[in-house]
C-alpha cells in the first residue's frame, strides 16, 4: 500500500521513511537506506535518519566508504548524542 501511495504522492517524506522501515524489518537494507536517504532529501530536518542510515552501514559492513560518511555526518549534526559517538 505504501509503494501504491508514494506512486501518487512520491514527495511525502514520512511515506518513504515509513517504507524505509519497512525494509529495514525485513533486512532488505539496500533499499532501507535508498528510502531513508529520499525522506532525508525531501525533510532535512530527520537529523535521527542521518543515525539510522549510519547504524544500517555500519552494521552491513559495507567497504565502500558510505559508512564512513554518514557515521561523520551524524557526528557532526548530533554531537552529543550517545548512538552517534558509539559508531
Known amino acids: 500500500y505504501v509503494s501504491t501511495y508514494l506512486s501518487v504522492q ?4 514520512r511515506a518513504h521513511r515509513f517504507l524505509g522501515q ?6 532488505k537494507t539496500e533499499e532501507a537506506v535508498g528510502c531513508y536517504k529520499r525522506s532525508l532529501g525531501l525533510n532535512p530536518v530527520q ?4 543515525l ?4 544500517l ?3 552491513k559492513d559495507t567497504s565502500d566508504g558510505r559508512a564512513k ?5 551524524a557526528a ?12
Open 69 to 73: 560518511y554518514w557515521v561523520e555526518k
Open 10 to 13: 512520491e514527495r511525502d517524506p
Open 22 to 27: 519497512i525494509y529495514e524489518v525485513q533486512d
Open 52 to 55: 539510522k542510515i549510519a547504524e
Open 47 to 50: 537529523k535521527d535518519l542521518v
Open 76 to 87: 557532526r549534526l548530533l554531537p552529543r548524542n550517545p548512538a552517534a559517538l558509539r559508531l
Open 57 to 59: 552501514l555500519c552494521n
